[in-house]
């Protein structure tokens, strides 16, 4: 029996790896909105003064360099300045640097963890960011319909395009066993259980081979295991008890291989949607999935959606974390919470549709 099931995970996993990867162009085609799409804006700025915060060690990172270079001198705008990331410093200091500056735009070229902690910087001023998306998942590029492929075009959205305020949303993490805390700032999606337990065990071999398809192999090897016991509470409201192997908290929904896993979220809102799993089994589980997928309106009792502007979440135990896809520690306790409208961004000149 543990042979069979093991088996139909296995085959399950693979027919979404095969199908999300072999259904980019299609997905795309039918996703409509992961935002509610305000209407853009030019800068309508003559000169500019660009700031870049870059991550360095990035393939393609020196060809981004040139191709911002060649388009500021293009435009008789001054030389761009360049703040490199570190080991020690993956953008804090660089784009608080870039502000100081006096930037009229900043435009990261990286990951999603360099594109995350510049925001974090930039949350509540007015000054825009650009996105040159050089990382594996690029989340936040892909919910703003950037091509991630197309490194020229993403360059010129990030200088020359339209701008709009997108929500961020922030989660505190706290584990009452170290007496650790920490705030992360996030743009995409962020959680706690199962999700975070893959991306921590990730091996980062196989992600610079395959990319995301890497999640794929630590996915398998996570679907067993047990649920655990939560609390959760919404907008300070009484405290419901839930047994869960991972709960998600959605700023925007679009993830690699075109699957809009949560339709309904929506980037400048002003609200979280919140997915709580449940799954008992590898049936839960592939239930869950042809969900996805299918794109099913059909509830499922082992997903469940919420919508709020706060969520705090307790454990007896610690879980894993992650925002955007990068490991956040451990904890017993989480409060995630939006900031509606505070982050400008250069997006496509036009409405935002697909």
Not at 136 to 158: F, P, Y
Not at 168 to 174: D, L, P, S, W, Y
Request: with cysteine; hydrophobic share 45%.
């Amino acid at each position: 029996m543990r042979d069979w099931l093991l088996y139909l995970i296995i085959a399950g996993v693979l027919a979404f790896a095969v199908s999300s990867w072999w259904g980019v162009r299609r997905l795309k085609a039918k996703h409509t909105r992961s935002a509610a799409w305000e209407e853009t804006h030019s800068p309508e700025l003559g000169q500019q003064k660009v700031a870049v915060v870059m991550n360095p060690i990035k393939a393609r990172s020196a060809e981004a360099r040139i191709l911002i270079e060649n388009a500021c001198a293009a435009a008789g705008w001054v030389p761009p300045r360049f703040f490199d990331t570190t080991a020690e410093d993956p953008g804090f200091g660089q784009a608080r640097a870039a502000v100081e500056y006096g930037a009229d735009v900043v435009v990261v070229g990286g990951g999603d963890g360099t594109v995350r902690v510049v925001a974090d910087v930039l949350a509540g001023t007015d000054t825009a960011m650009g996105l040159i998306p050089l990382g594996t998942g690029n989340l936040l590029a892909r919910n703003i319909h950037l091509d991630v492929g197309d490194l020229h075009g993403s360059v010129q959205t990030a200088l020359f395009g339209h701008q709009r305020f997108i929500d961020t949303a922030t989660m505190t993490v706290e584990n009452s066993r170290t007496n650790e805390s920490a705030v992360h700032t996030f743009l995409v999606i962020a959680g706690i259980g199962m999700d975070a337990e893959v991306v921590g065990d990730t091996n980062d071999g196989l992600k610079k081979a395959v990319g995301w398809l890497a999640y794929t192999e630590a996915g398998v090897r996570h679907l067993p295991g047990r649920r655990k016991k939560v609390s959760i509470s919404l907008d300070d409201q009484p405290e419901q008890t839930r047994k869960i192997r991972s709960v998600l908290f959605a700023n925007c929904g679009l993830i690699p291989g075109g699957i809009d896993f949560i339709p309904q979220a929506m980037i400048d809102d002003g609200m979280l949607d919140v997915v709580v799993m449940s799954p008992r089994s590898a049936i839960g589980w592939l239930a869950m999935y042809w969900k996805i997928v299918l794109k099913h309106k059909r509830n499922l009792p082992v997903m469940t959606y919420y919508r709020s502007g706060k969520i705090t979440l307790r454990c007896a135990e610690p879980m894993a974390t992650q925002v955007d896809g990068d490991p956040s520690g451990e904890a017993t306790k989480v409060t995630v919470q939006i900031a509606p409208g505070s982050l400008l961004i250069r997006v496509k000149d036009g409405s935002g549709e697909d």
